[in-house]
């Protein structure tokens, strides 16, 4: 009877698969990345911090980029055009 993937035989296949299976090769996949992060870790990393005057230079030659102000987008466009149209105030009369 009991099919559907809540019941107690599904769980406990699952849970036998999970460690039994499943477990082992993940345990060896993660040594295997453990391994390959300790190697290079000891590797000696590229300008490990050095900053030389071409760096420097590059980095103040960029001017910054501002974000704010007006977008340049179809909308904005058309109200800078046309305007906004005026519309007359109604007031609801009881």
């Known amino acids: ?30 040594d295997r990345l453990a391994t390959a992060q300790k190697a290079a870790a000891a590797l000696p990393s590229v300008n490990a911090g050095e900053k030389t005057a071409d760096d420097n230079a590059m980095e103040m030659d960029t001017p910054k980029v501002s974000t704010s102000g007006q977008r340049s987008n179809s ?16 007031t609801n009369v009881f």
């Open 1 to 30: 009877m009991a099919k559907s993937l809540r019941s107690a035989t599904k769980k406990k296949t699952k849970a036998v698969k999970r460690t039994a299976v499943f477990k082992p090769v993940e345990d060896a996949r993660l």
């Open 75 to 90: 909308k904005t466009r058309r109200k800078a055009k046309y305007g906004k149209k005026a519309t007359k105030k109604r």
